[in-house]
Nanobody, 125 residues
Framework: VQLQASGGGLVQAGGSLRLSCTAS????????MGWFRQAPGKEREFVAA????????YYTDSVKGRFTISRDNIKSMVYLQMSILKPEDTAVYYC???????????????????WGQGTLVTVSS
């Protein structure tokens, strides 16, 4: 599956953004998806993940209650709704796909093997 993220931009702290990821390929509807981010000078980190049918979602602790991952298998899209944004959310955000319907038990960030180009989110204080 090929991926392309979009929707990034500049937003003030406390604001909201919705990121979108367009997927191409016939396997999208049977693929677990995730969002990751990489801040300047830092390692890439897991943000959120969703199973193939949206039945299960997982979040890193720092975004729980503020971010929501969702997907539309008819449109082959995955979204990340981000609210109450903080300056520390500033990063390049990437969507990713895992070659499986499900996520690794206990490690939802593991084994993603397809990555799209990122979209930059900048949160000003």
């Amino acid at each position: 599956v090929q991926l392309q993220a979009s929707g990034g931009g500049l937003v003030q702290a406390g604001g909201s953004l919705r990121l979108s990821c367009t997927a191409s390929g016939r396997t999208f509807s049977t693929t677990a998806m995730g969002w990751f981010r990489q801040a300047p000078g830092k390692e890439r980190e897991f943000v959120a993940a969703i199973t193939w049918n949206g039945g299960s979602t997982y979040y890193t602790d720092s975004v729980k209650g503020r971010f929501t991952i969702s997907r539309d298998n008819i449109k082959s899209m995955v979204y990340l709704q981000m609210s109450i944004l903080k300056p520390e959310d500033t990063a390049v955000y990437y969507c990713a796909a895992r070659n499986s319907r499900r996520l690794v038990v206990g490690r939802p960030e593991a084994d993603f093997n397809s990555w799209g180009q990122g979209t930059l989110v900048t949160v000003s204080s």
